[in-house]
């Protein structure tokens, strides 16, 4: 049976990706999408949820607005554009789909309790949504079957520090737009793993010549839109990762084998300042601060099947 899943996101290229091939995977069932501030405000997000189904015909998945500002902070502006569209300017039509009525934090507490214990949410954005669907209902949280969210950096490869989204020095831009909230959910003690950006953002997720052309010759509107997502990210100076670090999220989901991850006492730095939005892994041997939560944290991932599992989808 297809595994349940909730996308909690703030579309964005990659995470306009990860619906997509959320959708078109045989193995997944997306019951929701819920949306919130991020990348851009969140009409912006939310528009572009809608517009992504509409794309790919699935107009039946229910989309929902949610935070439009981190729980005690004002949003801070991303440094790293998706576009003047959110989407790579790939300007897809203006959505006819209505958003669902309910607010995404209503939505997320009603689709874990219809379905307890079945649901996985893939969080690709700021945690202010699933943070505030725990304060409001607390019960749900024994209910969640897992969360796999794209968040932080652990210092376990250069990539954490080199390829960091924040606007800190080292921290990754999920965490530092909301950190109190990645703080609420990493405490929570819902089954969580973290696919930092030492495994997310790696500059070997490159597409060969051949997907390259693959993706030209498809009729496919979600081939065109990744096509066009690749060459907006060249065009000022980033590799291809980027159009796809939130499609990590749903590999996972998809495929377990795909990325290994190791349990870490980790925490989030909420203060101000030089270190503000920083995840910290405790990786010592010795003394560790056993009150941290205890995380699964990603290590490693095979990025040849992951692209060739990602390829596939959007080409099918
Ligand atoms: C995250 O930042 C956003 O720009 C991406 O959509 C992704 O979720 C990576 O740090
Ligand atoms: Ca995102």
């Not at 893939?122 to 969360?147: F, H, Y």
């Not at 990590?248 to 991850?261: F, K, M, Q, S």
């Amino acid at each position: 049976m297809a595994k349940k899943i909730l996308i909690d996101c703030d579309p964005g290229m990659d995470d306009s990706l990860a619906i997509v091939m959320a959708v078109k995977s045989p193995a997944l069932s997306l019951v929701a999408v819920t949306c919130v501030n991020g990348n851009y405000p969140v009409d912006v997000t939310s528009k572009n949820a809608l517009k992504t189904l509409e794309m790919i015909g699935r107009t039946d998945i229910p989309v929902a607005r949610g935070m439009a500002q981190p729980m005690v902070r004002r949003s801070p502006k991303d440094p790293f554009t998706h576009g003047a569209d959110g989407q790579a300017e790939n300007n897809l039509p203006e959505p006819k789909t209505q958003l669902n009525a309910l607010h995404a934090v209503d939505l997320i507490v009603e689709t874990i309790k219809c379905h307890p214990h079945e649901v996985t949410i893939l969080c690709t954005a700021p945690m202010t949504n699933l943070a505030m669907a725990m304060v409001k209902a607390p019960e749900i949280i024994p209910l969640i079957g897992r969360i796999i969210a794209i968040s932080g950096m652990f210092g376990l490869n250069e990539y954490a520090f080199l390829n960091a989204t924040g606007d800190t020095p080292q921290s990754e831009w999920n965490v530092y737009v909301d950190p109190e909230a990645a703080d609420i959910v990493y405490r929570s003690g819902a089954p969580l793993t973290l696919i930092g950006l030492d495994v997310a953002t790696h500059f070997c997720v490159n597409f060969t010549d051949a997907d390259m052309r693959a993706l030209e010759a498809s009729e496919k509107p979600e081939a065109r839109f990744l096509k066009q997502a690749i060459r907006f990210v060249n065009a000022r100076g980033f590799e291809a990762y980027c159009t796809v670090i939130d499609c990590l999220a749903v590999g996972l989901a998809i495929d377990p084998t795909l990325i290994d991850t190791k349990p870490y006492h980790a925490g989030v730095e909420t203060k101000d300042g030089l270190t503000l939005g920083m995840t910290i892994r405790d990786g010592r041997h010795h003394h560790v601060w056993t009150d941290l939560p205890l995380l699964d944290i990603a290590v490693w991932a095979d990025y040849e099947r992951f692209l060739k599992l990602l390829m596939s989808l959007i080409l099918a």
